[in-house]
């Protein structure tokens, strides 16, 4: 059974940082990626990494800030988030995607975490 379970969130005030981890069972991925979902908002896409090249993407609104990082052999997954901003206040979630295709899309993603919630202050 694929389990993927975060941590690593809370509250902190815009301009600090803070660490998700995402630790996941079960199988091994082609992609993971991070997704959030603001209050009334759809699900975004954060940040994903294709495990078989290391190749990294990120939304526009968080390149430069966010970093993605991981170790697919033991099913880790990380999100460094710097220089926050109030509005990346959300639910945070890790995703799975088990074959080949994009990443960068929340429909293409087969398992999900629970998630985690990110506050940052004013």
């Known amino acids: 059974q694929v389990q993927l379970v975060e941590s690593g969130g809370g509250l902190v005030q815009a301009g600090g940082s803070l660490r998700l981890s995402c630790a996941a069972s079960?199988?091994?991925?082609?992609?993971m990626g991070w997704f959030r979902q603001a209050p009334g908002k759809d699900r975004d896409f954060v940040a994903a990494i294709r495990w078989s090249t290391g190749t990294t993407y990120y939304a526009d609104s968080v390149k430069g800030r966010f970093t993605i990082s991981g170790d697919n052999a033991k099913n880790t997954l990380y999100l460094q988030m710097n220089s926050l901003k109030p509005e990346d206040t959300a639910v945070y979630y890790c995703?799975?995607?088990?074959?080949?295709?994009?990443?960068?899309?929340?429909?293409?993603?087969?398992?999900w975490g629970q998630g985690t919630q990110v506050t940052v202050s004013s």
């Open positions: 995703a799975a995607r088990s074959h080949y295709g994009t990443i960068t899309y929340r429909a293409y993603y087969d398992y």
């Open positions: 079960g199988r091994t991925f082609y992609a």
